[in-house]
């Protein structure tokens, strides 16, 4: 009852920039953490950036400085700007919801690639 649609990956060079959207949509009343990951073959999915209800955000080491979450709640979206991209930065990056109780919402996954 709850979908997530993701938007904006694609290919971009070095130093270069995107900005990935997710919207919300279906029964959902209230405001709920909101998380973008990443995932790279072989690899576990790995957090990148949280933002709580609240608005509070967190950030995996490796993007503080360049990457910025943020939500539009009239809008049920999250977006992750991402500034600066290095080709570490390849991988594909899914939105979470999560709702009580323990109740998690995902995206479908949408393809960074960073390259030359």
């Known amino acids: 009852q709850v979908h997530l649609v993701e938007s904006g990956g694609g290919l971009v060079q070095p130093g270069g920039s995107l900005r990935l959207s997710c919207a919300a949509s279906?029964?959902?009343?209230?405001?709920?953490?909101m998380a973008w990951y990443r995932q790279t073959p072989g690899n576990q999915r790995e957090v990148v950036a949280e933002?709580?209800?609240?608005?509070?955000?967190n950030y995996v080491d490796s993007v503080k400085g360049r990457f910025t979450i943020s939500r539009d709640n009239a809008k049920n979206t999250v977006y992750l700007q991402m500034n600066s991209l290095k080709p570490e930065d390849t991988a594909v990056y899914f939105c979470?919801?999560?709702?009580?109780?323990?109740?998690?919402?995902w995206g479908q996954g949408t393809q960074v690639t960073v390259s030359s």
């Open positions: 279906g029964s959902i009343n209230g405001l709920y953490p």
């Open positions: 933002i709580g209800s609240r608005g509070k955000t």
């Open positions: 979470r919801l999560t709702i009580p109780l323990n109740q998690y919402y």
